[in-house]
C-alpha cells in the first residue's frame, strides 16, 4: 500500500509515518506549506515555521523515505483563515482545527493523495479507525487526554476509507518515549498551539487587527434596556462575565453573562446564570461517519473537543439535528460543532445554528 505522510514537524506525525513504514507500506512524507507570507520566527508555535520544515524533512530522512513540500497556503487563507474570521463577524464561534481537517488535510491532501496514486493520508492524530460490522469505523483513542477524534468528526465514510491514525492505541508520553527510541530530535518537542495561525494565543487582538472594532449595545436579555456597551462582538462568548464593562446593576445583584446576540449583529444580550442553561441543541449540515443514526438514537454528545460527553437523545430530518440533553448545557454557541457519539464510536457532527431550554 502507498500512502502519504503529513509531517508537521512535530513528534506525533513523525512517529505516525515510522509506524507506517515497520507495517511495510512505501510512504511518501509531505510538510504543507499553510502560512502565505513570512513564516513565522523560529521557535513559535505556529504553523508553518521554518524550524518544522525543517524538522519534518530531517525526519524523513532519518526514516529513509522522499520528502516534500506542497503549497497549501491558498486553500488553507481560503478555507480556515478566512472562514474563522468570517464567523467570527457573523458572530458565530468557530473550530478551525475541524474545518482544516475537514478542508485541508482530508479534501485538499486525500484528494492530492488519490489523484497520485497513493491509496492514503497517514496523520499524527490520536484517534482510532475500527473495521466494524458496517464498515470503518472512528472511535476515540485511547489516550483519553489527547483524543482528537472530535476535530475528526467532519470526516465521511470516503474520507474514514483513506485515513490512517496510528497513534490511537498509544498514549502520548509513549509517544515521547518511541520518538527518543528511534533517535528522532523531535522527541521532547512542545505540542503546537490549538490555533496554528494565531502563534501568541491572542485571538481578540488577531480578530480586532482585521475587523477593527464593532462598538454596540449590551442589553438586557429579558428587558431589552440597554445596560452598557461593547467594543466588538468578537471580543464576547456566551458565558462569559468577566470584562462586560456593565454601567447598570442588577436589582437582585445577580451576576450576569452573555447570553448570545440579536440579529443585527451588534447588540449582545446579557442575563443571568440560568439563561445560559439549555437542554435543547439545533444543528445543520449534518456529516455521518457511516449510517446515519436511527431515529430517537440514544447518543453522548460534546459541544468542545474536550468537553463533557452529555446524554442526548437525537433527532434528525434531513440535514437537522436536534439533540434532546437528559442534562442541561451551559455556554452553547452558535458556531460551535455538536459531535455524537455511541460509546467510543463517533457517530457523526453538525454545526450548531441555536440552543434552547
Request: proline content about 5%; charged content about 25%.
Amino acid at each position: 500500500m502507498r500512502l502519504i505522510a503529513a509531517l508537521s514537524g512535530g513528534v506525533d506525525s513523525s512517529v505516525a509515518a515510522a509506524r507506517s513504514v515497520d507495517a511495510g507500506y512505501e510512504v511518501v512524507g509531505i510538510h504543507l506549506a499553510l502560512a502565505r507570507s513570512g513564516n513565522g520566527p523560529a521557535g513559535s508555535r505556529g504553523c508553518c515555521t521554518p524550524e518544522d520544515a525543517r524538522d519534518a524533512r530531517r525526519v524523513a530522512d532519518v526514516l529513509g523515505i522522499p520528502f516534500y513540500v506542497w503549497d497549501l497556503s491558498a486553500e488553507f487563507q481560503r478555507d480556515v483563515i478566512d472562514d474563522f474570521v468570517q464567523s467570527y463577524d457573523e458572530g458565530l464561534t468557530p473550530n478551525p482545527c475541524i474545518r482544516c481537517n475537514e478542508k485541508i488535510k482530508f479534501a485538499a491532501v486525500l484528494d492530492r493523495a488519490l489523484a497520485l496514486g497513493f491509496e492514503g493520508v497517514v496523520t499524527g492524530h490520536y484517534a482510532r479507525i475500527v473495521e466494524g460490522p458496517g464498515g470503518r469505523e472512528l472511535h476515540r483513542a485511547i489516550d483519553q487526554t489527547k483524543d482528537q477524534s472530535y476535530v475528526l468528526a467532519v470526516l465521511d465514510e470516503p474520507q474514514l476509507a483513506g485515513a490512517h491514525f496510528p497513534l490511537g492505541d498509544t498514549r502520548k508520553a509513549d509517544v515521547r518515549a518511541e520518538a527518543a527510541g528511534r533517535g528522532l530530535r523531535v522527541a521532547d518537542k512542545p505540542d503546537s498551539h490549538d490555533i496554528c495561525f494565531i502563534p501568541d494565543a491572542d485571538t481578540e487582538g488577531y480578530l480586532r487587527r482585521r475587523l477593527g472594532d464593532r462598538e454596540g449595545q449590551l442589553v438586557d436579555a429579558v428587558s431589552g434596556e440597554t445596560l452598557g456597551m461593547h467594543a466588538a462582538t468578537y471580543a464576547l462568548t456566551v458565558g462569559q462575565r468577566r470584562g462586560l464593562g456593565l454601567t447598570v446593576p442588577s436589582d437582585d445583584g445577580a451576576r450576569r453573562y452573555v447570553i448570545g446576540r440579536e440579529e443585527d449583529g451588534m447588540r449582545v444580550l446579557v442575563g443571568t446564570e440560568q439563561l445560559l442553561s439549555v437542554r435543547r441543541i439545533e444543528g445543520r449540515g449534518p456529516i455521518w461517519c457511516g449510517p446515519s443514526p436511527k431515529p430517537g438514537a440514544r447518543v453522548a454528545v460534546q459541544i468542545r473537543a474536550h468537553g463533557q460527553p452529555l446524554r442526548a437523545t437525537l433527532e434528525v430530518d434531513g440535514g437537522t439535528v436536534i439533540a434532546h440533553l437528559d442534562e442541561p448545557a451551559r455556554g452553547v454557541a452558535p458556531g460551535q460543532t455538536l459531535v455524537a457519539y455511541d460509546g467510543t464510536r463517533v457517530v457523526g457532527s453538525a454545526t450548531i445554528v441555536g440552543s434552547s431550554a
